[in-house]
Protein backbone atom coordinates (compact mmCIF):
# COMPACT_ATOMS: atom_id res chain seq x y z
CA UNK A 1 0.00 0.00 0.00
CA UNK A 2 3.02 1.97 0.80
CA UNK A 3 4.27 2.12 -2.54
CA UNK A 4 1.10 2.05 -4.54
CA UNK A 5 0.52 6.03 -2.02
CA UNK A 6 4.00 6.75 -2.83
CA UNK A 7 3.18 6.59 -7.23
CA UNK A 8 -0.04 7.91 -7.03
CA UNK A 9 0.41 10.88 -8.38
CA UNK A 10 0.10 10.96 -12.19
CA UNK A 11 0.27 14.45 -13.28
CA UNK A 12 1.28 18.01 -12.16
CA UNK A 13 0.09 21.43 -11.63
CA UNK A 14 1.70 24.44 -13.22
CA UNK A 15 1.02 27.46 -10.99
CA UNK A 16 2.13 29.33 -13.15
CA UNK A 17 3.03 33.37 -13.26
CA UNK A 18 -0.51 34.20 -11.84
CA UNK A 19 -4.04 33.23 -10.81
CA UNK A 20 -5.57 36.66 -11.54
CA UNK A 21 -7.86 35.70 -14.85
CA UNK A 22 -7.37 39.32 -16.28
CA UNK A 23 -3.89 38.99 -15.74
CA UNK A 24 -3.71 35.65 -16.81
CA UNK A 25 -5.34 37.62 -20.25
CA UNK A 26 -3.15 40.25 -20.91
CA UNK A 27 -0.16 37.53 -20.22
CA UNK A 28 -1.54 35.47 -22.56
CA UNK A 29 -1.62 38.33 -25.65
CA UNK A 30 2.51 39.65 -24.47
CA UNK A 31 3.38 35.86 -24.14
CA UNK A 32 1.54 35.00 -27.75
CA UNK A 33 3.19 38.59 -29.09
CA UNK A 34 6.65 37.54 -27.66
CA UNK A 35 6.21 34.24 -29.65
CA UNK A 36 5.45 35.41 -32.87
CA UNK A 37 7.96 38.00 -33.01
CA UNK A 38 10.46 35.18 -31.82
CA UNK A 39 9.56 32.56 -34.43
CA UNK A 40 9.39 35.74 -37.04
CA UNK A 41 12.88 37.13 -35.77
CA UNK A 42 14.65 34.03 -35.99
CA UNK A 43 13.20 32.44 -38.95
CA UNK A 44 14.35 35.83 -40.76
CA UNK A 45 17.81 35.20 -40.04
CA UNK A 46 17.62 31.41 -41.04
CA UNK A 47 16.56 32.31 -44.56
CA UNK A 48 18.84 35.10 -44.77
CA UNK A 49 21.63 32.96 -44.24
CA UNK A 50 20.54 30.15 -46.70
CA UNK A 51 19.45 32.65 -49.49
CA UNK A 52 22.57 34.88 -49.37
CA UNK A 53 26.04 33.46 -50.45
CA UNK A 54 28.11 36.46 -48.74
CA UNK A 55 26.64 35.20 -45.50
CA UNK A 56 28.17 31.32 -45.91
CA UNK A 57 31.22 31.42 -43.34
CA UNK A 58 31.25 30.09 -40.22
CA UNK A 59 29.95 33.10 -37.98
CA UNK A 60 26.75 32.36 -39.87
CA UNK A 61 26.55 28.97 -39.84
CA UNK A 62 26.64 28.84 -36.26
CA UNK A 63 24.14 31.78 -35.82
CA UNK A 64 21.72 29.59 -38.26
CA UNK A 65 21.74 26.85 -35.81
CA UNK A 66 21.17 29.41 -32.81
CA UNK A 67 18.68 30.30 -34.33
CA UNK A 68 17.03 27.02 -34.86
CA UNK A 69 17.74 26.02 -31.25
CA UNK A 70 15.99 29.12 -30.06
CA UNK A 71 13.19 28.70 -32.44
CA UNK A 72 12.54 24.52 -31.22
CA UNK A 73 13.43 26.31 -27.44
CA UNK A 74 10.58 28.80 -27.27
CA UNK A 75 7.91 26.02 -29.47
CA UNK A 76 8.86 23.44 -26.25
CA UNK A 77 8.00 26.07 -23.16
CA UNK A 78 5.34 28.62 -24.98
CA UNK A 79 2.38 26.70 -26.43
CA UNK A 80 1.97 24.95 -23.41
CA UNK A 81 2.06 27.98 -21.07
CA UNK A 82 -0.61 30.11 -24.12
CA UNK A 83 -2.80 26.99 -23.74
CA UNK A 84 -2.17 27.00 -19.83
CA UNK A 85 -3.15 30.78 -19.45
CA UNK A 86 -6.30 30.07 -21.91
CA UNK A 87 -7.86 27.81 -20.51
CA UNK A 88 -6.72 28.46 -16.36
CA UNK A 89 -5.82 24.74 -16.18
CA UNK A 90 -1.97 24.26 -15.69
CA UNK A 91 -2.49 20.15 -15.58
CA UNK A 92 0.08 18.44 -16.76
CA UNK A 93 0.52 14.52 -17.35
CA UNK A 94 4.41 13.13 -15.54
CA UNK A 95 5.10 12.03 -19.15
CA UNK A 96 4.58 15.62 -21.01
CA UNK A 97 6.37 16.94 -18.05
CA UNK A 98 9.12 14.69 -17.85
CA UNK A 99 9.64 15.23 -22.26
CA UNK A 100 8.93 18.63 -21.65
CA UNK A 101 12.05 18.70 -19.07
CA UNK A 102 14.52 16.63 -21.71
CA UNK A 103 13.84 19.27 -24.76
CA UNK A 104 14.39 22.29 -22.31
CA UNK A 105 17.47 20.83 -21.34
CA UNK A 106 18.73 19.28 -24.47
CA UNK A 107 18.02 22.48 -26.21
CA UNK A 108 19.59 24.97 -23.21
CA UNK A 109 22.83 22.44 -23.10
CA UNK A 110 23.04 22.88 -27.12
CA UNK A 111 22.70 26.89 -26.78
CA UNK A 112 25.35 27.07 -24.23
CA UNK A 113 27.94 24.97 -26.30
CA UNK A 114 26.91 26.81 -29.41
CA UNK A 115 27.79 30.45 -28.07
CA UNK A 116 31.16 29.25 -26.80
CA UNK A 117 31.73 27.81 -30.39
CA UNK A 118 31.05 31.37 -31.45
CA UNK A 119 33.47 32.62 -29.51
CA UNK A 120 36.15 30.30 -30.27
CA UNK A 121 34.91 31.11 -33.88
CA UNK A 122 35.65 35.01 -33.12
CA UNK A 123 39.19 34.29 -31.51
CA UNK A 124 40.35 32.53 -34.63
CA UNK A 125 38.85 35.08 -37.10
CA UNK A 126 40.63 38.19 -35.17
CA UNK A 127 44.13 36.73 -33.21
CA UNK A 128 44.77 34.21 -35.77
CA UNK A 129 43.33 35.22 -39.74
CA UNK A 130 45.76 33.64 -41.71
CA UNK A 131 44.94 29.93 -40.21
CA UNK A 132 41.23 30.71 -39.79
CA UNK A 133 40.24 29.22 -42.90
CA UNK A 134 41.92 25.38 -41.95
CA UNK A 135 41.06 25.66 -38.29
CA UNK A 136 37.33 26.59 -39.03
CA UNK A 137 36.80 24.22 -41.99
CA UNK A 138 33.18 23.29 -43.07
CA UNK A 139 34.41 19.62 -41.18
CA UNK A 140 35.14 21.37 -38.40
CA UNK A 141 32.00 23.31 -38.61
CA UNK A 142 29.93 20.03 -38.17
CA UNK A 143 31.98 18.27 -35.81
CA UNK A 144 31.19 21.47 -33.44
CA UNK A 145 27.91 21.83 -34.14
CA UNK A 146 26.97 18.26 -33.84
CA UNK A 147 29.18 17.89 -30.57
CA UNK A 148 27.13 20.89 -29.31
CA UNK A 149 23.75 18.85 -29.61
CA UNK A 150 25.06 15.09 -28.62
CA UNK A 151 26.55 16.82 -25.73
CA UNK A 152 23.30 18.74 -24.42
CA UNK A 153 21.24 15.74 -25.02
CA UNK A 154 23.38 13.29 -23.21
CA UNK A 155 23.19 15.47 -20.06
CA UNK A 156 19.83 16.18 -20.21
CA UNK A 157 19.02 12.75 -20.84
CA UNK A 158 21.12 11.98 -17.02
CA UNK A 159 19.72 14.36 -15.77
CA UNK A 160 15.46 13.76 -16.71
CA UNK A 161 16.36 9.99 -15.60
CA UNK A 162 18.01 11.20 -12.24
CA UNK A 163 14.96 13.30 -11.49
CA UNK A 164 12.06 10.46 -12.70
CA UNK A 165 13.57 7.86 -11.12
CA UNK A 166 12.33 9.50 -7.57
CA UNK A 167 8.16 8.95 -6.51
CA UNK A 168 6.20 11.74 -6.45
CA UNK A 169 2.93 11.05 -3.69
CA UNK A 170 2.70 14.82 -3.21
CA UNK A 171 2.10 17.75 -3.30
CA UNK A 172 1.65 17.96 -6.89
CA UNK A 173 1.66 21.78 -7.63
CA UNK A 174 4.89 22.83 -9.28
CA UNK A 175 5.70 26.75 -9.03
CA UNK A 176 6.32 27.55 -12.50
CA UNK A 177 4.91 28.14 -15.74
CA UNK A 178 7.27 25.04 -17.24
CA UNK A 179 8.87 21.68 -15.49
CA UNK A 180 11.80 23.57 -14.54
CA UNK A 181 14.15 20.76 -13.30
CA UNK A 182 15.15 22.18 -9.91
CA UNK A 183 11.46 22.95 -9.31
CA UNK A 184 10.03 19.40 -9.85
CA UNK A 185 12.71 18.07 -8.48
CA UNK A 186 12.04 19.22 -4.73
CA UNK A 187 8.45 17.39 -5.08
CA UNK A 188 10.07 14.46 -4.77
CA UNK A 189 9.04 12.43 -1.37
CA UNK A 190 12.77 10.42 -1.61
CA UNK A 191 16.27 11.77 -0.84
CA UNK A 192 17.22 13.91 -3.17
CA UNK A 193 20.88 14.39 -2.20
CA UNK A 194 22.40 12.48 -4.87
CA UNK A 195 20.36 13.33 -7.85
CA UNK A 196 21.13 17.14 -6.74
CA UNK A 197 24.95 16.80 -6.59
CA UNK A 198 24.19 15.44 -10.31
CA UNK A 199 22.37 18.31 -11.11
CA UNK A 200 24.95 20.81 -9.78
CA UNK A 201 27.66 18.64 -11.78
CA UNK A 202 26.27 18.62 -15.15
CA UNK A 203 24.75 22.26 -14.68
CA UNK A 204 28.75 23.34 -13.75
CA UNK A 205 30.26 20.93 -16.99
CA UNK A 206 27.40 22.81 -19.02
CA UNK A 207 27.64 26.30 -17.66
CA UNK A 208 30.98 26.88 -16.36
CA UNK A 209 33.18 24.69 -19.21
CA UNK A 210 31.61 26.53 -22.19
CA UNK A 211 31.71 30.30 -20.59
CA UNK A 212 35.19 29.47 -19.87
CA UNK A 213 36.01 29.43 -23.17
CA UNK A 214 33.93 32.53 -24.12
CA UNK A 215 35.75 34.67 -21.41
CA UNK A 216 39.69 33.07 -22.40
CA UNK A 217 38.32 33.72 -25.96
CA UNK A 218 37.25 37.58 -25.62
CA UNK A 219 40.33 37.98 -23.32
CA UNK A 220 42.61 37.31 -25.98
CA UNK A 221 40.53 39.05 -28.57
CA UNK A 222 40.90 41.96 -26.45
CA UNK A 223 44.55 41.77 -26.32
CA UNK A 224 44.44 41.69 -29.97
CA UNK A 225 42.38 44.02 -30.94
CA UNK A 226 43.54 46.65 -28.41
CA UNK A 227 47.35 46.21 -30.68
CA UNK A 228 45.11 47.35 -34.10
CA UNK A 229 46.56 50.63 -35.18
CA UNK A 230 44.03 51.72 -36.85
CA UNK A 231 40.78 53.13 -34.79
CA UNK A 232 38.22 51.60 -37.80
CA UNK A 233 39.63 48.52 -37.50
CA UNK A 234 39.36 48.09 -33.82
CA UNK A 235 35.41 49.49 -33.98
CA UNK A 236 34.85 46.18 -36.68
CA UNK A 237 36.35 44.01 -34.46
CA UNK A 238 34.48 45.54 -30.99
CA UNK A 239 31.63 45.78 -33.36
CA UNK A 240 31.09 41.90 -34.16
CA UNK A 241 31.89 40.60 -30.77
CA UNK A 242 29.90 43.33 -28.60
CA UNK A 243 26.80 41.43 -30.14
CA UNK A 244 27.55 38.40 -28.67
CA UNK A 245 28.54 39.29 -25.55
CA UNK A 246 25.30 40.90 -24.99
CA UNK A 247 23.89 37.64 -25.48
CA UNK A 248 26.25 35.72 -23.60
CA UNK A 249 25.49 37.94 -20.34
CA UNK A 250 21.77 37.65 -20.67
CA UNK A 251 21.69 34.13 -21.36
CA UNK A 252 24.25 32.69 -18.73
CA UNK A 253 23.59 35.05 -16.09
CA UNK A 254 20.21 34.00 -15.77
CA UNK A 255 20.66 30.47 -15.88
CA UNK A 256 24.09 30.12 -13.43
CA UNK A 257 21.27 31.92 -11.17
CA UNK A 258 18.68 29.61 -11.99
CA UNK A 259 20.80 26.10 -12.03
CA UNK A 260 23.73 26.78 -9.67
CA UNK A 261 23.14 29.07 -6.94
CA UNK A 262 22.37 27.76 -2.84
CA UNK A 263 18.72 26.89 -2.19
CA UNK A 264 18.64 24.76 -5.97
CA UNK A 265 14.67 24.68 -6.81
CA UNK A 266 13.37 26.92 -3.99
CA UNK A 267 9.63 27.65 -4.06
CA UNK A 268 9.73 31.03 -4.14
CA UNK A 269 8.67 32.93 -7.13
CA UNK A 270 11.71 34.31 -8.14
CA UNK A 271 12.66 30.92 -10.36
CA UNK A 272 9.69 31.51 -12.45
CA UNK A 273 10.35 34.94 -12.73
CA UNK A 274 14.62 34.95 -13.39
CA UNK A 275 13.28 32.04 -16.20
CA UNK A 276 11.07 34.63 -18.22
CA UNK A 277 14.47 35.92 -19.12
CA UNK A 278 16.40 32.82 -21.11
CA UNK A 279 12.99 31.49 -22.17
CA UNK A 280 11.10 34.52 -23.28
CA UNK A 281 13.47 37.28 -23.66
CA UNK A 282 16.82 35.42 -25.13
CA UNK A 283 15.35 34.24 -28.02
CA UNK A 284 13.72 36.91 -28.95
CA UNK A 285 16.76 39.39 -28.29
CA UNK A 286 18.96 37.20 -29.72
CA UNK A 287 18.07 38.02 -34.01
CA UNK A 288 18.05 41.83 -33.20
CA UNK A 289 21.39 41.82 -31.12
CA UNK A 290 22.78 40.15 -33.70
CA UNK A 291 21.29 42.01 -36.44
CA UNK A 292 20.60 45.35 -35.39
CA UNK A 293 24.04 46.80 -36.31
CA UNK A 294 25.26 44.17 -38.92
CA UNK A 295 26.04 45.56 -42.21
CA UNK A 296 26.30 41.75 -44.02
CA UNK A 297 22.20 40.65 -42.60
CA UNK A 298 21.79 44.42 -43.93
CA UNK A 299 22.89 44.17 -46.87
CA UNK A 300 21.07 40.61 -46.99
CA UNK A 301 17.71 41.58 -46.30
CA UNK A 302 18.56 44.35 -49.17
CA UNK A 303 19.31 42.06 -51.80
CA UNK A 304 16.26 39.28 -50.71
CA UNK A 305 13.27 42.43 -50.78
CA UNK A 306 15.64 43.61 -53.91
CA UNK A 307 15.96 47.22 -52.75
CA UNK A 308 19.81 48.55 -52.34
CA UNK A 309 18.65 51.33 -49.90
CA UNK A 310 20.22 49.56 -46.90
CA UNK A 311 23.57 48.93 -48.50
CA UNK A 312 24.34 52.80 -48.81
Known sequence: MEARNLTSII?????GLTNDRKNQILLFVVTLLLY???????TVVIILVQTDSRLHTPMYFFLTHLAGVEICYITTTLPQMLFNLMTGNGVISLTRCAIQMHLILTLGGTECILLAAMAYDRYLAICHPLLYAILMSRGHQLQLASASWAWGILLATINVSCTFRHQFCGP???????????VVLKLACTNTQVTELVVFSTATLILVGPLSVILTSYGLIL??????????GRQKAFSTCASHLAV???FYGTVITMYMRPGLGTASDFDKHIAVFYIMVTPLLN???????????????AKLMGNGVWNK
Do not use: W
Open 11 to 15: EFILV
Open 172 to 182: NHVNHFICELP
Open 287 to 301: PIIYTLRNKDIHAAV
Open 36 to 42: SLSIAGN
Open 223 to 232: STVLKVKTKA
Open 248 to 250: VTV
